[in-house]
């Protein structure tokens, strides 16, 4: 047996010891074992940028769940680590820092010196990550941890970019792309977030070329862009301006000649009617302009300022150019009117500044071919969302999807492959560095500027982490992976994207399971945000209440893929639960004679109750696991622990253990002990440190509980007669208790039971267990049929008690001083009938009923008649005095 327990429940003491001990003795290794099967999952892996918040807490906490639970039912479990280094995420804070510490931008240093830092940065923050991650007791192999930037990975993300290259899948072309002017670079489509904001629609007059006093009038929310425009197009069927179509109009404030062209695209309900085309601002005005050889001339550089060579606009910021060329619009009379828009707004979902569209020469991966066993997967149930809600989002996403903008103007991240040549124009791309042309064999050739998206190299992490492209046995082993648990945010920034590389790359969808799980909100169900300052730091909750405490209140009363609310004061509640798992261990632990576990053949009938209830918990939780319901799982432990073990069976046995038959003394150790064993088992994956700590004070074989069989139902353990028998008791129990607290009855006042009942046999062998726990003086048993009616009980002075199965009478005058009840009964009765006489009075009122809200006067009637019933039963109380 191991140490005693201290008497108070202390996790910063216990926690960092019991993870040390944990990681000392290998426990978190993932071992490839011929004679077991695999479990895998690949852990989200956090950003480089700092600080773990409680989504972040969400996730590990849920990932660490399945991974104990599977290490436990016996398969070869393994959760890898690691941690993405985000580009645009970590670059920007890198910056901030160089900028705000030195006053220095990254071309000051350049990018060696530049990257250099940034490394530094990962070197520092990443260790912090780690450091967090164990506090909350995650059971990851770290031995394993990877980075999405370690050369093992870096030359996955090579192999896959030349391999999609060399199938005509990546290609470089000039397109509208998403761009964020802050943080200076290209953005995919699932990196802009659409917000509806206030705006203005401008109705302006573009001259008719040669025709005095002619004009068409275009409506745009943007002015700013109309500097690029190169033509106004109009639908073919509108009458309006079908005479329009082939003449030129002048472009005002610039003074262009543009073409009036007619497309389907153009929407004849909007504005006007007329729409200017933008085609190096618009991606649907590139596409019209494709169509009909519009000039493509971008006015707005990487800054989100206006080019040189538009006078007094050049140099200024979009905004500021929209004012200015507003204002002169309206001096040179070309500005109709302004009318409120309200309109959907791409921003940034790093930064949340306006994103702006712009044309510009970017890589790209062809989506329309890989979209297509990504969909089949799904579709066919090879990877099921759960909830399923969600692979209706997946689906509606990837078959609409556009080809993925893959390169960013950043220097931290993986630079792209392509190297173009000085001489012949030509691009060599290799997953090796090149020393000369693949075409001419020049050695005048220059590496392309840009990175690759971080999500391009995280589409491949269940697979790179395991050593792919290399065909390692852990990769034949490990791979497929089981469950990837995520957030239903980045479903389209990481999910779709593993999926379709897994396919593409390895033939295998990357996991047959997607668990997504909701938002972490704060109290008032908003989401935490730097902004609102609402931020729940996991770290501190766990210092606070300890790590279980806050994993608990996590995984309960959550559903996947719903939002929770995380409220500190259920941190509170589960630290109780632990100290009251902690002093049930305590009392169990100070009584223990026994030195070895071994149920005794002999069981009383409270043994075979506890017995018999955990063999049905056991299946139940084993259910709710493996069909993921993991809160569901967690509360039906926390009702057993609570209810049935701690408040009830444990009394059941202090008789026994305080009694001198040595016999019964031991019987009653070995079945304590061994349902305590079982569910910390049951516990151990939800509450681990807790759980391991008190399983290391009992008796137990082998080192660690993390390693622990799972619990599993024994038949011969079953006793639904005994189960049954056991709830009657204890349902009479409560409802004896709970008519002696109304009465104000202190336990001390023992009173005679009469338990008229059909099941005789049950309360005579629980009679015992009444007398002990329902303060009972003697208890005696009889059958309904040869019961006194309750009305001569009654008169008798006794107070009766209903249960399911029984009608129990106690003598009023054993519990309470009769002429102090009648008293203190007749003083409330007159104040009940005081408030119904207000009510009535009220409700008897027409004015009152006329005018007060229905549902006022709804509760009062409601009220009016609850007060009916309660002074009838209170009348009956006082006539049973006398």
């Given at each position: 047996?191991?140490?005693?327990?201290?008497?108070?429940?202390?996790?910063?003491?216990?926690?960092?010891?019991?993870?040390?001990?944990?990681?000392?003795?290998?426990?978190?290794?993932?071992?490839?074992?011929?004679?077991?099967?695999?479990?895998?999952?690949?852990?989200?892996?956090?950003?480089?940028?700092?600080?773990?918040?409680?989504?972040?807490?969400?996730?590990?906490?849920?990932?660490?769940?399945?991974?104990?639970?599977?290490?436990?039912?016996?398969?070869?479990?393994?959760?890898?680590?690691?941690?993405?280094?985000?580009?645009?995420?970590?670059?920007?804070?890198?910056?901030?820092?160089?900028?705000?510490?030195?006053?220095?931008?990254?071309?000051?240093?350049?990018?060696?010196?530049?990257?250099?830092?940034?490394?530094?940065?990962?070197?520092?923050?990443?260790?912090?990550?780690?450091?967090?991650?164990?506090?909350?007791?995650?059971?990851?192999?770290?031995?394993?941890?990877?980075?999405?930037?370690?050369?093992?990975?870096?030359?996955?993300?090579?192999?896959?970019?030349?391999?999609?290259?060399?199938?005509?899948?990546?290609?470089?072309?000039?397109?509208?792309?998403?761009?964020?002017?802050?943080?200076?670079?290209?953005?995919?489509?699932?990196?802009?977030?659409?917000?509806?904001?206030?705006?203005?629609?401008?109705?302006?007059?573009?001259?008719?070329?040669?025709?005095?006093?002619?004009?068409?009038?275009?409506?745009?929310?943007?002015?700013?862009?109309?500097?690029?425009?190169?033509?106004?197009?109009?639908?073919?069927?509108?009458?309006?301006?079908?005479?329009?179509?082939?003449k030129k109009c002048i472009l005002p404030l610039v003074g262009r000649e543009m073409p009036i062209v007619a497309d389907e695209y153009v929407d004849v309900e909007f504005g006007t009617g007329c729409v200017k085309m933008t085609p190096a601002h618009d991606p649907n005005d590139f596409e019209v302009g494709l169509r009909h050889n519009l000039e493509t001339i971008r006015v707005l550089d990487d800054n989100?300022?206006?080019?040189?060579?538009?006078?007094?606009?050049?140099?200024?910021?979009?905004?500021?150019?929209?004012?200015?060329?507003?204002?002169?619009?309206?001096?040179?009379?070309?500005?109709?009117?302004?009318?409120?828009?309200?309109?959907?707004?791409?921003?940034?979902?790093?930064?949340?500044?306006?994103?702006?569209?712009?044309?510009?020469?970017?890589?790209?991966?062809?989506?329309?071919?890989?979209?297509?066993?990504?969909?089949?997967?799904?579709?066919?149930?090879?990877?099921?969302?759960?909830?399923?809600?969600?692979?209706?989002?997946?689906?509606?996403?990837?078959?609409?999807?556009?080809?993925?903008?893959?390169?960013?103007?950043?220097?931290?991240?993986?630079?792209?492959?392509?190297?173009?040549?000085?001489?012949?124009?030509?691009?060599?791309?290799?997953?090796?560095?090149?020393?000369?042309?693949?075409?001419?064999?020049?050695?005048?050739?220059?590496?392309?500027?840009?990175?690759?998206?971080?999500?391009?190299?995280?589409?491949?992490?269940?697979?790179?982490?395991?050593?792919?492209?290399?065909?390692?046995?852990?990769?034949?082993?490990?791979?497929?992976?089981?469950?990837?648990v995520t957030g239903y945010d980045i479903i389209f920034f990481w999910v779709a994207r593993m999926i379709f590389s897994g396919c593409a790359h390895t033939g295998k969808a990357p996991f047959h399971t997607v668990l997504i799980h909701g938002l972490v909100r704060d109290d008032k169900g908003r989401k935490m945000s730097k902004s609102l300052g609402n931020g729940v730091d996991p770290l501190v909750v766990?210092?606070?209440?300890?790590?279980?405490?806050?994993?608990?209140?996590?995984?309960?009363?959550?559903?996947?893929?719903?939002?929770?609310?995380?409220?500190?004061?259920?941190?509170?509640?589960?630290?109780?639960?632990?100290?009251?798992?902690?002093?049930?261990?305590?009392?169990?632990?100070?009584?223990?004679?026994?030195?070895?576990?071994?149920?005794?053949?002999?069981?009383?009938?409270?043994?075979?109750?506890?017995?018999?209830?955990?063999?049905?918990?056991?299946?139940?939780?084993?259910?709710?696991?493996?069909?993921?319901?993991?809160?569901?799982?967690?509360?039906?432990?926390?009702?057993?622990?609570?209810?049935?073990?701690?408040?009830?069976?444990?009394?059941?046995?202090?008789?026994?253990?305080?009694?001198?038959?040595?016999?019964?003394?031991?019987?009653?150790?070995?079945?304590?002990?061994?349902?305590?064993?079982?569910?910390?088992?049951?516990?151990?994956?939800?509450?681990?440190?807790?759980?391991?700590?008190?399983?290391?004070?009992?008796?137990?074989?082998?080192?660690?509980?993390?390693?622990?069989?799972?619990?599993?139902?024994?038949?011969?353990?079953?006793?639904?007669?005994?189960?049954?028998?056991?709830?009657?008791?204890?349902?009479?129990?409560?409802?004896?208790?709970?008519?002696?607290?109304?009465?104000?009855?202190?336990?001390?006042?023992?009173?005679?039971?009469?338990?008229?009942?059909?099941?005789?046999?049950?309360?005579?062998?629980?009679?015992?267990?009444?007398?002990?726990?329902?303060?009972?003086?003697?208890?005696?048993?009889?059958?309904?049929?040869?019961?006194?009616?309750?009305?001569?009980?009654?008169?008798?002075?006794?107070?009766?008690?209903?249960?399911?199965?029984?009608?129990?009478?106690?003598?009023?005058?054993?519990?309470?001083?009769?002429?102090?009840?009648?008293?203190?009964?007749?003083?409330?009765?007159?104040?009940?009938?005081?408030?119904?006489?207000?009510?009535?009075?009220?409700?008897?009122?027409?004015?009152?009923?006329?005018?007060?809200?229905?549902?006022?006067?709804?509760?009062?009637?409601?009220?009016?008649?609850?007060?009916?019933?309660?002074?009838?039963?209170?009348?009956?109380?006082?006539?049973?005095?006398?």
């Open positions: 047996m191991g140490k005693e327990l201290p008497k108070a429940y202390e996790p910063q003491e216990v926690e960092g010891r019991i993870y040390e001990m944990w990681e000392k003795g290998g426990c978190f290794q993932g071992h490839r074992d011929p004679d077991k099967k695999p479990f895998t999952i690949v852990m989200p892996p956090p950003n480089v940028t700092g600080q773990l918040h409680m989504g972040h807490a969400m996730d590990c906490t849920l990932q660490d769940i399945l991974t104990r639970f599977k290490r436990m039912e016996g398969y070869a479990a393994l959760w890898v680590p690691g941690a993405d280094h985000a580009g645009i995420a970590t670059q920007i804070k890198v910056e901030e820092a160089l900028r705000e510490n030195e006053g220095l931008s990254r071309y000051d240093l350049g990018r060696e010196k530049f990257l250099e830092r940034v490394w530094e940065w990962k070197h520092k923050y990443g260790a912090r990550i780690v450091e967090q991650q164990k506090k909350l007791g995650v059971s990851c192999d770290w031995d394993r941890a990877r980075f999405t930037m370690d050369e093992g990975l870096s030359k996955a993300v090579r192999h896959v970019f030349v391999s999609l290259y060399e199938k005509g899948l990546i290609y470089k072309g000039s397109r509208i792309i998403n761009w964020c002017p802050h943080c200076v670079t290209a953005l995919s489509d699932a990196e802009v977030e659409y917000k509806d904001k206030p705006g203005n629609l401008w109705h302006i007059r573009y001259p008719i070329q040669g025709e005095k006093d002619k004009y068409v009038i275009v409506a745009t929310t943007r002015p700013e862009t109309m500097l690029g425009d190169t033509g106004v197009a109009v639908n073919p069927n509108d009458e309006r301006y079908r005479d329009m179509v082939g989100g300022k206006v080019v040189e060579g538009y006078g007094k606009y050049s140099g200024m910021d979009r905004y500021e150019a929209r004012k200015a060329i507003v204002a002169d619009l309206e001096a040179g009379g070309y500005l109709v009117k302004v009318e409120e828009h309200q309109h959907n707004v791409g921003t940034c979902y790093r930064c949340h500044s306006d994103v702006e569209p712009l044309i510009s020469a970017q890589w790209f991966v062809k989506m329309e071919p890989l979209a297509k066993e990504a969909l089949r997967v799904v579709r066919e149930g090879e990877t099921k969302f759960v909830p399923d809600r969600f692979s209706k989002t997946y689906i509606n996403w990837m078959e609409n999807v556009r080809d993925w903008c893959i390169s960013r103007q950043l220097w931290w991240g993986h630079r792209i492959p392509a190297w173009t040549c000085d001489e012949c124009g030509k691009l060599t791309v290799s997953e090796t560095d090149p020393t000369q042309c693949c075409h001419c064999h020049s050695h005048n050739i220059h590496q392309e500027e840009d990175v690759l998206d971080t999500w391009f190299s995280s589409a491949l992490w269940p697979f790179s982490t395991l050593g792919w492209p290399e065909q390692t046995e852990d990769l034949k082993y490990f791979y497929p992976t089981d469950v990837l766990a210092e606070q209440y300890g790590a279980d405490a806050l994993r608990f209140n996590l995984v309960t009363g959550n559903s996947p893929g719903n939002d929770m609310r995380f409220l500190p004061e259920r941190c509170e509640a589960m630290r109780n639960f632990a100290n009251k798992i902690w002093n049930a261990s305590r009392f169990v632990q100070m009584n223990l004679t026994i030195g070895k576990v071994a149920l005794p053949r002999e069981l009383t009938m409270e043994d075979k109750w506890i017995l018999s209830k955990l063999n049905a918990l056991i299946p139940a939780v084993t259910e709710n696991m493996d069909s993921y319901e993991l809160g569901v799982a967690a509360q039906k432990v926390y009702d057993f622990i609570w209810d049935d073990y701690c408040d009830w069976y444990i009394e059941f046995t202090k008789s026994r253990l305080q009694g001198e038959d040595e016999s019964a003394k031991e019987q009653a150790q070995q079945v304590l002990c061994y349902v305590l064993t079982e569910m910390l088992k049951l516990l151990h994956p939800f509450m681990p440190f807790i759980t391991e700590e008190i399983w290391q004070s009992l008796p137990h074989e082998g080192d660690y509980l993390m390693l622990q069989k799972w619990p599993e139902a024994k038949k011969e353990l079953d006793f639904p007669a005994e189960e049954k028998a056991v709830d009657l008791i204890i349902e009479a129990t409560r409802a004896i208790r709970g008519k002696r607290s109304e009465l104000n009855v202190p336990p001390s006042k023992k009173a005679h039971l009469t338990i008229a009942t059909a099941e005789t046999a049950v309360f005579e062998q629980g009679a015992p267990l009444l007398k002990r726990l329902a303060w009972a003086s003697d208890v005696t048993v009889t059958a309904v049929a040869e019961a006194a009616g309750s009305d001569e009980m009654r008169k008798q002075g006794m107070v009766e008690v209903v249960t399911f199965a029984a009608r129990i009478f106690m003598p009023l005058a054993e519990l309470v001083d009769l002429a102090e009840e009648k008293k203190r009964l007749e003083k409330e009765l007159a104040a009940r009938k005081n408030e119904l006489a207000g009510l009535e009075s009220r409700l008897n009122n027409p004015s009152f009923v006329s005018k007060a809200p229905a549902q006022v006067v709804e509760g009062q009637r409601s009220r009016a008649e609850e007060l009916r019933g309660l002074i009838a039963r209170l009348e009956e109380s006082v006539a049973s005095l006398g």
